[in-house]
């Protein structure tokens, strides 16, 4: 979707801005190949805190900065099915 380029991850930008709140839906937000859209929330190195984190993290700030305001088709998201540290692998209903 992407042309083959790495997306750089909503945790990276935010450890690098000093947090979440510092950031931009411009920031984390690529668009690529048919106008699709892209996100990549990030987290931690394997085996090392939450992954469950990184995905609540970066699904709250787009909800917060309006990404689901847009006239969308679908949202798609491809999370670790082996989130153990009370993370959820589901989208939070409003």
């Known amino acids: 979707i992407l042309h083959s380029k790495a997306q750089t991850t909503v945790m990276h930008l935010a450890a690098e801005a000093g947090s979440v709140e510092d950031l931009e839906l411009e920031d984390v937000l690529s ?18 805190g939450c992954a469950g984190r990184g995905v609540i993290t970066a699904i709250n700030f787009l909800e917060e900065e309006g990404a689901y305001e847009d ?9 670790l099915g082996d989130v ?10 409003p």
């Open 31 to 48: 668009v690529g190949f048919g106008g699709v859209k892209c996100v990549e929330s990030g987290g931690p190195e394997p085996g090392v």
């Open 71 to 79: 006239d969308l088709d679908f949202v798609f998201y491809d999370v």
């Open 84 to 93: 153990v540290c009370g993370g959820s692998p589901c989208h939070p209903e």
